[in-house]
């Protein structure tokens, strides 16, 4: 998924600061675009969102969008996606209604769409900002030099191929459910982090072996 070069300040808010815990979510859309570049504009072309509840992938939304424009041969030589493809594909306003009705009021996760995705939405006239809870590529840099072992680039893929959930890489459906599955990842590992912490606390405590229950008996 190319970058979006627009400096949405609003959004950099909301981007995740070192030492804040991982938000667990127990249902959730993670979503990823694909889009074309035509004379310095980007038309999206290929939208796609999973929904997770408990850990498990439920239901999932996959379009690809109508333009006019020429695809560049760079984008279709990384996407696999062909013109044929797009002038077949439903236009761009029903796409993105299909897709606002499948988020619905649903908390939403990518992958670095605080630099590409949200803003692009926004400028069609779809803005998510405030139901976006977890940037994945943050919280991928963030654990980069402890989970991720110095872990070579953060490209999605590398990541997801590191955790043992990789897909195909640049189809945006695979884009988003990678994401979820890596946010996935990083959650069961702060699970057995923090179950570990506790053993130790236990473990280390002069009453954690003792049933004291007794001597709290009326």
Do not use: C
């Not at 609003?10 to 070192?18: F, G, N, Q």
């Not at 630099?115 to 069609?124: H, Q, V």
């Not at 570990?196 to 236990?202: C, I, M, N, Y």
């Amino acid at each position: 998924m190319p970058l979006h070069p627009l400096n949405n300040q609003k959004i950099k808010k909301k981007a995740l600061d070192e030492g804040v815990p991982l938000k667990e979510l127990s249902q959730y859309v993670s979503f990823d675009l694909e889009f074309n570049q035509f004379e310095g504009k980007y038309h999206i072309i290929q939208v796609s969102a999973v929904r997770f509840a408990d850990a498990q992938e439920v239901a999932h939304y996959d379009s690809y969008a109508y333009t006019d424009k020429p695809l560049k041969s760079f984008i279709n030589g990384l996407t696999g996606i062909t013109s044929d493809k797009i002038l077949q594909a439903p236009p761009l306003e029903q796409v993105l209604a299909e897709f606002r009705d499948f988020v619905a009021d649903s908390a939403l996760i990518g992958y670095n769409a605080i630099k590409s995705d949200l803003p692009i939405l926004a400028e069609n006239g779809l803005e998510f900002t405030d139901q976006y809870a977890v940037d994945v590529f943050e919280e991928a840099s963030k654990r980069r030099p402890t989970d991720l072992h110095g872990i070579k680039n953060l490209q999605l893929h590398t990541v997801a191929q590191f955790l043992g959930v990789a897909g195909k890489s640049h189809d945006s459906l695979e884009d988003a459910r990678m994401t979820a599955l890596v946010y996935e990842a990083f959650l069961e590992s702060d699970r057995a982090r923090q179950l570990l912490t506790e053993q130790e606390s236990f473990s280390t405590s002069p009453f954690g072996g003792l049933d004291l229950s007794n001597f709290f008996n009326d």
